[in-house]
């Protein structure tokens, strides 16, 4: 743990909120017998408290944008494709507590519990250090990189829309395929049809954000 602590670039005083963080549902439900706590509530705080941070930070620097655009630049800076980076980034994977099934099935390097851990680090940091302690820590490590997602923002699903429409009768429909996760952290998969013709899937934690997904590899297999 301390060397996950040199990278984050915090100590905490009580160790096992940062061990808690990274207990995966699948690990604790094979020790229940120990009482051990998943790392899922801390998640859910921790998606609040970097949605917070990132939206303060927005409107306060970002005297430019109107509503719509902090929006996008959010929704790209908190997205899990951003959250994975940082996981990455400091090899959280290596430190993840996983379930014998999670991990014969690749469950370090899967997106979603590598996002999950992060949101959930920073609930731990939060509640060791403060607001101002996993404040320091989002712009480190999330917000260095505002100027990047302001710059590649881009609205797939109307860039794909665009492209169709050049193609007069053909039509794109949104799918949702499925939802996995607790109420708190849903992960959505939708599929975008063209006419009955699946092209492109997406994941998101948002319905919206697994759409944009969805058309982004849509374009891609269209080619374009």
């Known amino acids: 743990m301390k060397g996950l602590e040199e990278k984050i670039g915090y100590t905490f005083r009580d160790p096992k909120l940062l061990e808690n963080a990274l207990t995966h549902s699948s690990y604790a439900n094979e020790h229940r017998d120990i009482g051990l706590s998943s790392n899922e509530r ?15 930070h927005l409107y306060r620097k970002r005297l430019d944008l109107a509503e719509g655009e902090l929006t996008k ?4 800076l908190v997205c899990e494709n951003s959250l994975v980076e940082v ?31 992060i949101e959930a680090i920073l609930a731990a ?30 609205d797939y699903k ?9 193609d007069n009768g053909r039509e794109l429909r ?16 939708i ?18 954000e697994a759409e944009q997904e969805a058309a982004k590899a849509g374009i891609a297999s269209l080619g374009l």
């Open 73 to 76: 630049i959010r929704s790209a």
């Open 125 to 154: 940091i939060y509640l060791d250090g403060g607001i101002g302690q996993v404040r320091k820590v989002i712009h480190r490590f999330i917000l260095e990189n505002e100027a990047e997602k302001s710059a590649t923002i881009q």
């Open 87 to 117: 996981a990455e980034k400091l090899q959280v994977g290596e430190y993840l507590k996983l379930g014998k099934g999670e991990l014969s099935g690749g469950g370090r390097q899967r997106p979603s519990i590598q996002a999950d851990a």
């Open 158 to 166: 109307t860039t794909l829309q665009e492209i169709i429409q050049k």
């Open 42 to 56: 801390l998640e859910f705080l921790g998606d609040s408290i970097l949605g917070l941070v990132v939206a303060d």
């Open 191 to 208: 599929n975008v049809y063209l006419d009955d013709e699946s092209i492109g899937q997406g994941e998101g934690r948002s319905k919206k």
């Open 174 to 189: 949104y799918v949702l395929m499925k939802e996995t996760g607790p109420d708190h952290n849903k992960v959505f998969t």
